[in-house]
């Protein structure tokens, strides 16, 4: 939700918040499809859903394996419970600028609790597979495929750079994409919000390699002031 407020309306506003922990909400462990698959991802939904009425969709990419994922069972750096269970499968994408597509995961959580939801991170592992593969990625929320529900303007929320080629079948790297660092990152019910992992920087057509993807967050604690709630400019 856009809010457009001055400093006196933000002050108001916090004062009548408190905080809550956050905690996972859905994930994607990525439990294997039959078979592999060489072409974009079609609106996979979450493997699982630990906050009922929260959905979600990854699309995109250059397609699933079904064997060699990571072996961490963790999502992302979160420390379980809960966790993932499944090691044999991950997703993938390239790097190289020849097909949007192939480049980029998209990445959709849906919230229709009836609540409000602060979102704190998205968290997954990557790794660079082949000396060919992303030696980058970026990760943005995505205005126009948001319905401009965390703000109109697309922002960058983790960008990485230089990384070391750490191979399949192993303890995939960790990374929390800070979504709490949007001015606004609550998340109204019936709303979406949706966000991008896009690899960078390869130097053939080795891809990268995703798993233990999952959204964290809490509820919204306090009342929004009437201003607030009207306020969509």
Same mark, same amino acid.
Do not use: K
């Given at each position: 939700?856009?809010?457009?407020? =001055?400093?006196?309306? /933000? ?7 408190? =905080? ?6 859905? @994930? ?9 698959? $060489?072409?974009?991802?079609? $609106? ?30 963790? &999502? @992302? ?7 993932? =269970?499944?090691? %044999? ?14 480049? #980029? ?7 229709? /609790? ?13 790794? #660079? ?7 980058? &990625? ?27 080629? /750490?191979?399949?079948? =192993?303890? &995939? ?31 053939? /057509?080795? %891809? ?11 509820? &919204?604690? @306090? ?11």
């Amino acid at each position: 939700m856009r809010r457009g407020l =001055t400093a006196i309306i /933000t002050a108001v506003f916090l004062a009548g918040v408190g =905080t809550a922990q956050a905690a996972t909400l859905i @994930g994607w462990d990525y439990v294997p499809l039959p078979g592999n698959n $060489n072409a974009s991802i079609p $609106n996979y939904a979450p493997d699982y859903i630990y906050v009922s009425g929260f959905s979600g969709a990854l699309s995109d990419g250059r397609g699933y394996e079904t064997f060699n994922g990571s072996t961490d069972l963790t &999502f @992302g750096p979160l420390v379980g419970p809960p966790s993932p =269970t499944n090691t %044999a499968g991950r997703l993938l994408i390239r790097g190289n600028g020849a097909n949007a597509v192939d480049d #980029r995961l998209t990445i959709s959580i849906v919230n229709n /609790t009836g609540s409000a939801y602060d979102l704190d991170a998205l968290v997954f592992d990557f790794s #660079r597979q082949f000396a060919g593969s992303p030696q980058g &990625f970026d990760v943005s929320y995505i205005a126009s495929l948001s319905g401009n529900c965390l703000g109109a303007s697309d922002a960058t929320i983790l960008s990485v750079s230089g990384l070391a080629q /750490t191979g399949a079948n =192993t303890d &995939f790297p960790d990374y929390s994409a800070d979504i709490s660092a949007l001015a606004d990152h609550t998340l109204e019910a019936t709303a979406t919000a949706t966000f991008r992992i896009v690899g960078r920087d390869a130097t053939g /057509t080795g %891809a990268g390699l995703i798993d233990n993807i999952a959204f964290s967050g809490s509820e &919204f604690v @306090g009342t929004l002031p009437a201003t607030l709630v009207t306020d969509r400019s």
